[in-house]
């Protein structure tokens, strides 16, 4: 007798992209809550998440590290790349991520004279591959700006981490705080976008009355890859956590 869910077919494997800009997780009423960030992220489900502007400050009740705080509350693995220290303690970027993290490669896009930046180049273990994602904050000045492109250029131009090649089986995402909101093809970035098979910004900044489009992901991916861009709580919590918006993408894998 054949079985009643034999018609039924699997569905897709699935992975959900958020790119945010925390804003040392200090929220548009001044104050700084990491908990607070913790419940809106916990509140888009992402199954990675790129963030900027980490401060790993001490917090004053316990849980004492930020990050801790981040990791709990979304249930996902933590680690943390500083670009800079203020008060003895590490500020930059960080990703959280659901599925292990098989290499996380820092990568100095710092400019003389400039506040320092960097880049986190990841590799998941994802049932549908390994996809890589590089997580960044760029600087202000466009020079500056068109500097740390050609070092991420160079990095994408390498295969992924632990592995001895990229043949383009795997799904690659660069996401961040860009600092740029002209038009596209006008920016000092858009060299990047030949790297790359899509692109997905929105006005993020400032959070409450979004008016610029600072915060971008920039998508390569793999065959049989669907890209859906996905619209995310944006209630009172989520607003007020941080000066930026978040992103969220989901892909899915045939």
């Known amino acids: 007798m054949p079985n009643g ?27 700084r809550d990491v908990a607070r960030v913790a419940r809106a992220l916990a509140a888009l489900k992402p199954d990675i998440a790129g963030l900027q502007e980490v401060d790993l400050s001490r917090l004053p009740n316990p849980p004492h590290d930020p990050l801790e705080v981040l990791a709990n509350g979304t249930d996902m693995r933590a680690v943390h790349a500083p670009t800079l220290w203020r008060g003895g ?28 930046r960097n880049a986190m180049d990841v590799t998941l273990e994802h049932p549908a591959g390994r996809p890589r994602v590089l997580i960044t904050h760029l600087g202000l000045g466009r020079k500056e700006r068109r500097i740390q492109v050609a070092h991420l250029a160079e990095r994408l131009a390498q295969p992924l ?94």
Do not use: Q
């Open 161 to 254: 981490g632990g592995t001895d090649g990229d043949d383009g089986a795997h799904p690659m995402i660069l996401m961040g705080d860009l600092n740029e909101w002209l038009p596209w093809g006008r920016t000092s970035v858009a060299s990047l976008k030949s790297r790359f098979g899509a692109d997905f910004s929105r006005r993020t900044f400032p959070s409450f009355l979004p008016l610029f489009r600072l915060d971008r992901m920039l998508f390569r991916p793999s065959p049989r890859t669907v890209i859906r861009v996905a619209d995310p709580p944006r209630g009172f919590e989520v607003r007020r956590a941080s000066d930026h918006l978040p992103l969220v993408v989901d892909l899915e894998f045939d």
């Open 5 to 31: 869910d034999s018609t039924r077919t699997t569905p897709p494997l699935s992975l959900r992209v958020v790119c945010w800009n925390l804003h040392g997780c200090v929220g548009t009423d001044g104050r």
């Open 89 to 116: 303690h590490a500020y930059g970027n960080a990703v959280l991520s659901r599925w292990p993290m098989s290499a996380t490669l820092p990568l100095d896009l710092s400019v003389p004279d400039k506040e320092p």
